[in-house]
């Protein structure tokens, strides 16, 4: 069978939400793109993950003009609820910093972004088989695949993204001899449930009791995500409803709280894993998103730190096309890390402060509701909270890192430092 040859700008590897970030911002700067996605679009926004949205990643869906259901459907959350042995303990972002986040599940983020591109003109091709990367470090990289009615076909592009997620092919295309693997495995994981009943709290309750953690997160009026801390090689299987109810009432137990029930449409363990992938570039490929790392869910820091790669990829690529330099593409990955890093520790931090860690002494376990107390009781350590969890800019804030005169800086003039809108 003979091979087609597609010609593009970048060649995207994945159509989660970093590729479909990264394609639509490259669009707004007049860069074309090609994204190649392994699953078909029902099976993706079918997939339940993320549940929270930084104030940035609001506004970069705001920027791409895609934010009208999200603010229609979604819902801003001023703060969280920390429940320490039984007792609320709200963080008052509001108050704090001044921000906030939004509530809207990360399938609802992914059909507008895939909706978006179609309307857009944006070329995503689903359910593509055997993609393979290709000469990354000459100038003319490409990418192999089979399109979805079984044609063999190879996309020759400028550069490659991999965005492909924690279980993709393009980070294992820097060699090892050039690439550390910082990685970090948690001793439990998450029970994850869907439940078809109207919401037990107006915001989300991150519970660190001595039967666990447990987080009640919502979705929408009538269906609730929760989820406990469990045995990381523990199955679904395991657990019936009403193991599953006592566990989340016995971590949550407060005076005059109860959880509302109703039937468990979804149970799913999701194991706790740090990874970070140094450096996220080699040659002309750029990973972004969970490619180049993974932190576990208890931040809710995974795809913002999605949005923020491809708001600094998207900006550096501009650079290049727009004025022939690749200083911005050169200092990629060191500019995106120093984001990701801030997250990995607050991640790791929120994680380590929050669960029973198995096999932890007294000791362990009062330093740890000493440390919650202070958390909770100081303003100092809340407004590092409420400023971490409602996120950091997305792009370095130093004046000239964006430019304000292109339609890419036009378009993100919200995370734009005042002085260099005003410049
Ligand atoms: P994705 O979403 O995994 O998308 C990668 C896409 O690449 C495709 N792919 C390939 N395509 C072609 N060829 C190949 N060889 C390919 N290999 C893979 C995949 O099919 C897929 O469609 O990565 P991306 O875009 O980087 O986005 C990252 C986010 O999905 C992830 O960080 C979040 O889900 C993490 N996360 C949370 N993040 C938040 O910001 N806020 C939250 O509240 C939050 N809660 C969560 C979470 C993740 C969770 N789980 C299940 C891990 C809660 C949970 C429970
Ligand atoms: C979710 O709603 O799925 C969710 C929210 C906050 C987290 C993790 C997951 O920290």
Request: proline letters at 5%; hydrophobic letters at 45%; charged letters at 20%.
């Amino acid at each position: 069978m003979t091979t087609t040859t597609v010609r593009t700008q970048v060649g995207i590897v994945g159509a989660g939400p970093a590729g479909l970030w990264l394609a639509h911002l490259l669009a707004v700067a007049g860069i074309d793109s090609v994204v190649l996605e392994r699953r078909s679009r029902v099976e993706i926004a079918a997939t339940h993950r993320a549940g929270i949205l930084e104030q940035g990643t609001v506004d970069l869906m705001a920027a791409l003009g895609l934010d009208a259901r999200m603010r229609a459907e979604g819902y801003a959350h001023h703060g969280i609820e920390l429940r320490v042995a039984g007792e609320a303990r709200r963080v008052d972002f509001a108050d704090l910093v001044g921000r906030a986040v939004q509530l809207y599940p990360q399938q609802e983020v992914f059909s507008d972004l895939a909706d978006g591109a179609a309307a857009r003109g944006l070329d995503v091709r689903f359910e593509v088989a055997d993609v393979a990367v290709h000469d990354l470090t000459s100038q003319a990289p490409s990418i192999t695949f089979t399109d979805a009615d079984g044609t063999p076909a190879r996309l020759v592009c400028d550069f490659v993204a991999g965005c492909d997620g924690s279980r993709g092919i393009a980070k294992w295309a820097i060699p090892e001899n050039v690439r550390t693997d910082h990685f970090r495995e948690y001793p439990f994981g998450w029970f994850g449930i869907l439940v078809e009943a109207p919401p037990s709290a107006p915001e989300l309750i991150y519970a660190a009791s001595d039967h666990g953690f447990a987080l009640i997160s919502q979705r929408t009026a009538t269906t609730q995500r929760m989820y406990f801390q469990c045995d990381p090689t523990d199955r679904p299987d395991n657990w019936d409803d009403a193991r599953i109810w006592d566990q989340l009432e016995a971590c949550t137990a407060a005076p005059g709280f109860a959880l509302t029930r109703g039937p468990i449409v979804d149970k799913t363990v999701i194991p706790m894993r740090s990874y970070v992938c140094e450096p996220m570039q080699h040659g002309r490929l750029f990973l972004a998103g969970d490619a180049g790392h993974t932190v576990p869910p208890t931040g809710a820091k995974g795809m913002n730190l999605a949005a923020g790669d491809v708001a600094v990829l998207a900006r550096s690529l501009e650079r290049f096309y727009r004025d022939g330099q690749h200083d911005l593409l050169d200092a990629y990955s060191a500019t995106a890390l120093a984001r990701v890093w801030k997250a990995q520790h607050f991640s790791w931090w929120m994680t380590s402060m929050l669960h029973t860690h198995p096999g932890a002494s007294t000791f362990d376990r009062r330093r740890q509701l000493g440390e919650l107390d202070l958390v909770t009781t100081s303003r100092a350590g809340s407004t590092y909270l409420a400023e971490a969890y409602t996120g950091w800019p997305l792009i370095p804030t130093r004046p000239g890192f964006l430019d304000p005169d292109t339609a890419l800086g036009a378009a993100l003039a919200s995370q734009l430092p005042a002085e260099a809108v005003t410049a």
